[in-house]
Each structure stands twice: as C-alpha cells, then as structure tokens.
Nanobody
C-alpha cells in the first residue's frame, strides 16, 4: 500500500512562488518504473496534469506550465516537491500528488492552495 501526503502553505500571494511537498510511504520514490506526479484542479474545472518525476530523478512538465514549474525529489526523505513561480489567482486549485503503476494507482488527499493578496 502506497500512501501520499501533500503539505505546504494554503495561501500564497500573487507573484510569489508556490511550494508543495509530497511525502511518500510504503514505497521508495526510487522504486523502478514509478513516476510521481503533481495534478491540480481549479474550482469548478477539470483535472490538470502539472508534471512528474521518475524513479531515476528525471522530470517531465506540462508545456503550459513548464516556464514556471519545477519538480524535484529528496530521496533521503522519500519526498518530491513542486515549485510554481509567479503565481496568479488562476493558480488557485486543489493540488494532488499521485502515482500510477502496474501495482496500482494512489493519490494523496489533496491540499487547497489559494492565491490572493
């Protein structure tokens, strides 16, 4: 059983950087063929894939967010992180970390981030 838990500030001011951490338990983030994703859902809208980081440490980002987003991993803590710079109110959303593997699909419970002054 894999468990994921998002953490980070619930309120970020416009133009600042949003930083979230996903803590993983039950599986090493370096386990072969695991990819660890960030996904968001703005209020009243659908899910949007932000990007992922693979077990080898390489990341892939949505073209629409690539200029502002970065995903990194901390293997010593079994965590991966999301940073999104220059945020605007349009970045207000529920942010989820998740993983999809042959062994199963697991999501964190999500965390609401509001961008407001």
């Amino acid at each position: 059983q894999v468990q994921l838990q998002e953490s980070g500030p619930g309120l970020v001011k416009p133009s600042q950087t949003l930083s979230l951490t996903c803590t993983v338990s039950g599986r090493s983030i370096t386990a072969r063929n695991y990819y660890w994703s960030w996904i968001r859902q703005p209020p009243g809208k659908g899910l949007e894939w932000i990007g992922d980081i693979g077990y080898s440490g390489s990341s892939d980002l949505s073209p629409s967010l690539k200029s502002r987003a970065s995903i990194a991993s901390d293997t010593s803590k079994n965590q991966f992180t999301l940073q999104l710079s220059s945020v605007t109110p349009e970045d207000t959303a529920d942010y989820y970390c998740a993983t999809d593997h042959d062994e199963g699909t697991w999501w964190g419970q999500g965390t609401r981030v509001t961008v407001s002054s």
